[in-house]
């Protein structure tokens, strides 16, 4: 537990507090409240008083894609559920916060996310990106699994994100706008950060990896699509197509963080391909390309300049 005091002579807790712009006393009343809960939750687990001791890198493992942590040398592994950040529901996503060292970077892994289909809100699917905002840390790395609708992608491919269309009916930012964390109507333009890609590319091609890259339409789901929406989601420029990471995306460059991410290609979208699409598929393809996609996130981690 954070002992009495800790608060004014705590950096991390001065930091979040800031950017959530109350004093410690109204907490309760602000949107952060929650995610301003589990950051003191994960300072009384690391100990940390500092920002220099918070992560610099986060990233975010989707489905099928875990083990990525396994790479880190690893300082405290923590059950989501133990800091107040929602545990997922479905298996494939094991929900842990791991926090290490990877190549000489201070990295957060969450090992896990929660989705808008499981009937959660977005101040719940975006909780942890925000905790991520108020810890300090300033780049998030997102990764999912996605169906390829571009022609040129092929299962097992890995696509670079450029840009993406929140197609979930809804922005994580409708609301207040909760204190500092950023503006109220946020420019989008680079919500993938060039430099982040670059850095991506750089390394995809030094790693001798095919990056394919384009834009993620995120749907709310829990369906997969139908062909003819394939056939819309083609027609309006999206590239893949999955359930997740616009939302996460949108908070992390709202809070002013720098955002890259991959999707893997774990099938064709409906309509494209020879088969049905199911979950197993998903996993099965996902993790046999979570070996590369951890290759490529430790080789850009370790570069590390943008
Ligand atoms: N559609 C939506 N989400 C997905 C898909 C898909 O085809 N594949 C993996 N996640």
Redesign the pocket.
């Known amino acids: 537990m954070i002992e009495k005091g800790a608060f004014m002579s705590n950096q991390i807790l001065a930091h979040a507090l800031e950017r959530m712009g109350v004093a410690e006393y109204n907490v309760s009343g602000s949107p952060l409240s929650k995610a301003y809960w589990s950051v003191t939750q994960i300072i009384a687990r690391t100990g940390w008083t500092t920002l220099e001791q918070t992560p610099e890198i986060a990233v975010v493992l989707g489905s099928g894609l875990g083990g990525f942590e396994k790479r880190l040398h690893s300082q405290f592994e923590i059950p989501f559920h133990d800091v107040g950040l929602p545990a997922p529901g479905i298996p494939g996503h094991s929900g842990r916060l791991c926090i290490g060292t990877l190549s000489g970077h201070r990295v957060a892994v969450l090992a896990g996310r929660v989705h808008y289909y499981e009937g959660h809100d977005f101040e719940t699917v975006c909780r942890a990106t925000r905790v991520m905002a108020l810890l300090g840390v300033p780049t998030l790395l997102l990764s999912n699994?996605?169906?390829g609708i571009n022609p040129d992608f092929a299962v097992g491919d890995l696509m670079l994100i450029r840009d993406h269309l929140n197609l979930m009916g809804d922005n994580p930012l409708r609301g207040p706008n909760p204190g500092n964390l950023g503006p109220r109507f946020p420019d989008m333009t680079t919500a993938w950060t060039p430099a982040i890609r670059q850095v991506f590319k750089e390394q995809a091609a030094r790693l001798g990896l095919t990056l394919k890259e384009g834009v993620y339409a995120a749907?709310c789901?829990p369906t997969?699509?139908t062909p003819a929406e394939v056939r819309m989601l083609k027609a309006i420029g999206a590239d893949a197509?999955?359930?997740s990471t616009a939302p996460e995306a949108i908070a992390a460059r709202h809070a002013g963080m720098r955002v890259g991410g991959v999707s893997v290609v774990?099938?064709a979208?409906?309509g494209t391909g020879a088969s049905e699409?199911s979950h197993e598929e998903?996993k099965e393809v996902g993790a046999a390309a979570g070996v590369k996609l951890g290759d490529l996130f430790e080789a850009v981690i370790a570069d590390g300049k943008w």
Do not use: H
């Open positions: 699994a996605a169906g749907n789901g997969y699509e197509v999955g359930m774990t099938n979208a409906a699409l998903v």
